[in-house]
């Protein structure tokens, strides 16, 4: 798609206008257009922190996103750029820039927390950008986080009431990158030298005390433990002397600060290697089509007062790609049918084998394109669809029979009509002569292959249609005693019976066919239903075990810094996974 590799500047796709949240049309438009898998990131902070400039530098771009050079925020709601990823083949990297938090402009920040909450929902790698150090005022800023919970749900309704809903936003909250700018500090701990990561990681340590400032010390530490499943930290230098720094989009790299310059290289290079693409629950990669799906679902949600609910996004995209994948599936089943069978087929099994096994490969079809399918409500409809599909096809090949034996019979037969006009039976011996030339052109029609399955019953009412002539032609023939006529009625009675017991058991065997068709279907439906549900299975067995891994090492740094209460939350979210995990099962279909 064009503007997959030509989106020329960013645009906005979330507008955030007089504290109303509305989606750009445009932006939606270039998101349907990209049929590859995207690798969102998003970029949040205080305004006037720089946030624009790391984004326009993951462009690859000098300019694109406004960096604005006063205290004032640039970026209102949330704008999208589109690039081709520099390193992943195949992928589109979906870079979103949101405005700055704590505009003093705005008056009223109530929209604050929805953008903060929007980033995460719709990302891959949330970008958190903040100003100097990790002190409690950077913490107090990031209150945003303690907010989630009172602005996100994972599930539609609660289940188990002993843990919280939140305790399911680590397994679809995107990785958590903090960009600290200006930071002046020197990277060590008890005199030795410490990463960045493990600044990050000492500056999450949480604080003994159950006094309300413990409390607001550890709230948002605590969150940003349990809620994302990967954290890593970056520092920056300042980029350049202050009086440079209202053209920094116009600075040559010779004119920046060349610890920034590399510092913000090690950035890009992270976010290229390891963001990886946006995914959602059961391992669904996200494209342009189902990002768009997001971000209404998301905005219509919380314009009409609900919360947003990851969830309830997730079905909303079901229900769009699951019709669409019936479609799919309807639409090859056609394509391979007008492609294979010719009409009319030699025996209805012929026509049936055809069917099924096209049937089979509609299903695979539906199978890939679909998910998430509540109660195989799709699956059936595509069931019946295709039972649908099938017996027009049979009516079809009845009536293709039909006319085909009609108008063989009516070629092959027209000769003995005229004969009969002419009058060339009307004598003595008249009767056995129109009988054996009868018996010769049905013989003759015997012989013509691919008649279809119409040809016994068409033949036996083309007979019946000339009874009359046959047996005037028998009561007038003077050459026959009445004994003799007598005894041509009741072998004429008897082929008719033998042709209506052999018509009743040919109608008995189709119906039989039909019945063993039935049943072949259905469980040809069922087994590609079952191995599905096991790769489902597999992948939320494979979903929690991450999870529980990550809960668990939470869980064993909660029990060395001492925090036994908050460690049996974890635990009760531990076994409330390890339940789940333990259930579980077939469903019923069709």
């Known amino acids: 798609m064009a503007s997959e590799s030509h989106m020329p500047a960013p645009v906005c796709l979330i507008e955030n206008t007089k504290g109303q949240l509305t989606v750009n049309q445009e932006a939606l438009n270039i998101l349907s257009a990209i049929r590859q898998p995207v690798v969102v990131v998003a970029i949040v902070g205080l305004y006037r922190t720089g946030k624009s400039y790391l984004m326009n530098k993951l ?3 000098k300019k694109g996103f406004s960096l604005g050079s006063t205290v004032q925020s640039h970026t209102k709601g949330i704008w999208m750029w589109c690039v081709p990823h520099p390193e992943k083949p195949k992928h589109t990297l979906v870079l979103l820039d949101t405005e700055g938090l704590g505009d003093v402009e705005k008056g009223d920040n109530k929209n604050d927390s929805w953008i903060f909450a929007l980033a995460i929902l719709l ?5 958190y950008n903040s100003m100097g150090t990790i002190n409690q005022m950077a913490m107090d800023q990031l209150h945003y986080v303690t907010e989630l919970t009172d602005r996100i749900r994972a599930k539609s309704s609660p289940g188990n009431s002993k843990v919280d809903d939140s305790a399911d936003f680590v397994s679809f909250f995107p990785a958590f990158v903090w960009t600290l700018r200006d930071f002046s500090l020197e990277l060590e701990a008890n005199g030795k030298p410490i990463t960045a990561d493990e600044y990050l990681d000492l500056s999450l340590k949480l604080k003994q005390g159950t006094n309300m400032e413990s409390k607001s010390f550890n709230e948002p530490r605590l969150c940003i433990r349990k809620f994302f499943p990967k954290k890593k930290c970056f520092i920056f230098d300042r980029p350049a002397q202050r009086k440079y720094l209202v053209r920094l989009e116009q600075l040559q790299e010779d004119e920046l600060n060349p610890e920034f310059t590399e510092q913000v290289a090690d950035f890009c290079s992270y976010i290229f290697k390891y963001s990886e693409a946006k995914t959602l629950s059961g391992g669904i990669t996200v494209n342009g089509p189902r ?11 919380i314009s009409s007062g609900d919360l947003p609910c990851m969830e309830n996004a997730v079905l909303a995209l079901a229900q769009i790609e699951n019709s669409a994948a019936v479609q799919k599936a309807i639409a090859h089943y056609d394509q ?6 010719q009409l009319p087929t030699e025996t209805l099994q012929e026509l049936l084998d055809l069917h099924r096994a096209i049937e089979k490969e509609a299903i695979e079809v539906f199978m890939k394109n679909s998910f998430k399918d ?10 019946e669809c295709l039972v649908a599909k099938r017996d027009d096809f049979c009516k079809q090949n009845v009536r293709a029979s039909s006319d085909h034996c009609s108008a063989l019979l009516q070629d092959i037969f027209s000769p003995l009509e005229e004969d009969v006009k002419q009058g060339t039976f009307s004598k003595p011996g008249g009767y056995h002569l129109f009988i054996q030339k009868m018996e010769a052109l049905k013989k003759k029609y015997y012989q013509v292959p691919r008649k279809g399955i119409q040809a016994e019953e068409t033949l036996k009412k083309y007979m019946e249609s000339k009874e009359s002539v046959a047996d005037a032609l028998l009561q007038t023939d003077q050459s026959l005693t009445e ?13 008719s019976a033998e042709a209506a017991t052999k018509m009743l058991e ?13 049943e072949k279907s259905y469980q040809e439906h069922l ?31 909660l029990i060395r810094e001492g925090f036994k209460e908050e460690s049996r939350k974890l635990q009760e979210e531990m076994r409330a996974i390890e339940n789940s995990r333990s259930s579980g099962g077939i469903c019923t279909i069709l």
């Open 59 to 61: 462009a690859g771009k």
């Open 123 to 127: 990302s891959s790698t949330f970008v």
């Open 291 to 301: 990002l768009k799906s997001l971000v209404l679902t998301y905005v219509e949600a």
């Open 336 to 341: 391979r049918m007008g492609q294979n069978v």
């Open 374 to 383: 509540v109660g195989q409500k799709f699956q059936t409809k595509l069931a």
């Open 483 to 495: 004994k003799e006529k007598e005894i041509e009625v009741e072998r004429i009675k008897a082929e």
């Open 506 to 518: 040919e109608m008995q065997k189709k119906n039989q066919q039909i019945m063993e068709e039935k």
């Open 527 to 557: 087994k590609q239903l079952t191995e599905k549900m096991e790769l489902e299975r597999a992948q939320l067995m494979a979903e929690q075990e991450k999870v529980l891994a990550l809960k668990l090492e939470e869980n064993e740094r």
